[in-house]
């Protein structure tokens, strides 16, 4: 049985207790944002499923994929915009990335 979009939207909220996210001042509901999000991204689910199993994997991996790199953007973005220094762990996740040891 598939997840729905509520369903996932709980487990996110889960999943924030351990890792909270900084909705700051947002004038949005953190429910309705997580159910948006949960939305959009049960559609991409349905749409991919037509593709067949390996093709729907590629595509939601991608989707994920993209979705990750545009919070580290935007993380790195905020960051520079108050005019912080990356912290020791982003500093050897970078070098890790590039290939060098921590």
Known sequence: MPI????????????????PIDYGDLPYDEHDLRLLVCNQIR???????????ENRQMVLLA?????????????????????SA??????????RLRGRSS
């Open 4 to 19: 729905t979009s509520a369903e996932l939207a709980d487990l996110i909220r889960e999943i924030e207790i351990e890792d």
């Open 43 to 53: 559609e991409i689910a349905d749409q991919a499923e037509q593709l067949g199993e």
């Open 63 to 83: 989707v994920a994929a993209k979705l990750v790199l545009e919070n580290l953007v935007l993380h790195i973005r905020l960051m520079q915009a108050q005019g």
């Open 86 to 95: 990356l912290d020791e762990s982003s500093e050897a996740l970078f070098r």
